[in-house]
């Protein structure tokens, strides 16, 4: 029978904030089975860069990763947050073992290809060590991964804590049946923003593009929804978009699908 | 026939200077065999520290870990160096893992006691995972140890990386027969400090001590030696003060011996 492995990707507050992140962590280490953490790092590597004197640069728009803003999110993700978050979950009793893609190769990534814009030490995922991270979790670790990834050359790379979460999901799907779960501070995708309640149970891509375009999802809800339903469309068995509070039941937040059940009766 | 298992340890300029920790990773990723990587920080972490507005705390001339010391040495050891020196040892096909004490439980320590100094939160190993480390020995992975430990109950510490070195050569002395060599930017203990030319070949305990208290040993090299006679005394098969040129050969440096050989006739 093939195992079943979650897959929690947490970012902005819930890591920033004591409470809430022990909570997380809590629930997160009831999770029975494989499991796997991906974390961004929230508002601290901006803090701590602004602190360094090293200012968000931005081209067009866009943020980019110049090199000493590398060196802050390589310190501040894989340093700070990822050692706290290891340390914690060990008090917990699962064993964590904090990852770059660089440790045991386990995500290669390229510079992102300027098109309009240089992103700078911005990697696109190439490749997931499948084999080596069935082996880490067959031994029972618990892989918590930080958002930086390398290219085998010696380069390391920013790379998105969603995507990452999404590509992990997507690879992992051959060996396992994967729940990916997207924790962040509200319930879920909510029909209206201003109520917490009016949480979605699910949403299907042209439903996305829909809340897309009238401006009813925003901000960091869509990068999670548009790499979590590229997950859905290759292979992943279950994507919900949640707070940390559903991790501790069973139900709660919003599932992608890629179409409602009644469509197909 | 027991296994052999190389333990580098590296620190200050080696890891700061582009060019010597290009030539040091080289030089390690052709070392045949198990081997670990366990590297310091430096003054990076003070460049960092002062930087960001901390300071390094002295108490009675003796350097403490405050909160925010803390925080900073975990970002630049776990964090900057320690990927750093990953991503470009997996470039050199050396499939290297970043660890720190508290991934997958691999060093615990606990507070050092307060007797005349409180050192914050410096911790003085009590556990190393033997059972572990040689999981990952066996299973290829290359450790690369950066010096931050944990205490299993959710805080992180700062460790000495000689004497974190140290330890994971007693330890696995059980299981490997362990050369442990300390790296440095000397060939070697020299007879005459301002002579690169005058390396002792084999340095006992009594001569060490002799020579510290003349002052011909002095700084860095004290916890090297003292720590590295401890790995001696306690199994480890043989321990080395060089520098990174060395590794490429099998010759070179200081050789800690318990008593010369013409002294056992």
Redesign the interface.
């Known amino acids: 029978m093939i195992e079943h492995l979650t897959i929690i990707k947490v970012g902005g507050k819930l890591v920033e904030e004591k409470e809430s992140l022990q909570t997380l962590l809590r629930d997160f280490s009831r999770i029975a089975g494989n499991k796997i953490l991906v974390h961004g790092g929230g508002s601290m590597a901006t803090t701590?860069g602004e602190?360094?004197?090293v200012k968000p640069k931005m081209v067009e728009g866009r943020r980019i990763t110049d090199e000493d803003t590398l060196?802050v999110v390589?310190?501040?993700?894989?340093?700070?947050v990822?050692?706290?978050l290891?340390?914690?979950l060990?008090?917990l009793g699962t064993?964590?073992?904090?990852?770059?893609g660089?440790?045991?190769?386990i995500i290669r990534a390229k510079k992102r290809p300027v098109v309009d814009v240089d992103y700078g030490f911005v990697g696109d995922v190439v490749n997931v060590n499948n084999r080596m991270l069935r082996?880490l979790l067959m031994?029972g670790?618990v892989p918590v991964i930080a958002p930086?990834t390398?290219d085998?050359?010696?380069?390391?790379f920013n790379t998105n804590a969603d995507t990452i979460a999404s590509e992990l999901a997507i690879a992992l799907s051959s060996s396992y049946r994967v729940t990916l779960i997207y924790c962040f501070d509200k319930r879920g995708v909510l029909m209206d923003e201003s109520d917490e309640n009016s949480v979605i149970d699910e949403i299907t891509m042209a439903e996305f593009e829909e809340m897309k375009s009238t401006g009813a999802v925003n901000g960091g809800m869509i990068p999670k929804l548009t790499t979590g339903f590229n997950a859905m469309k290759k292979g992943v068995d279950s994507v919900v978009v949640t707070n940390a509070s559903a991790l501790s039941g069973s139900k709660g937040g919003t599932n992608l699908v890629l179409f409602h059940e009644e469509e197909d009766e």
Chains 1, 2 share one sequence.
């Open positions: 701590i602190k360094l004197g060196q390589t310190m501040v993700y894989a340093g700070l990822n050692k706290n290891v340390s914690k060990q008090a064993n964590a073992l904090g990852l770059t660089a440790d045991l190769d082996e031994n670790a930086i390398h085998g050359d010696g380069q390391l």
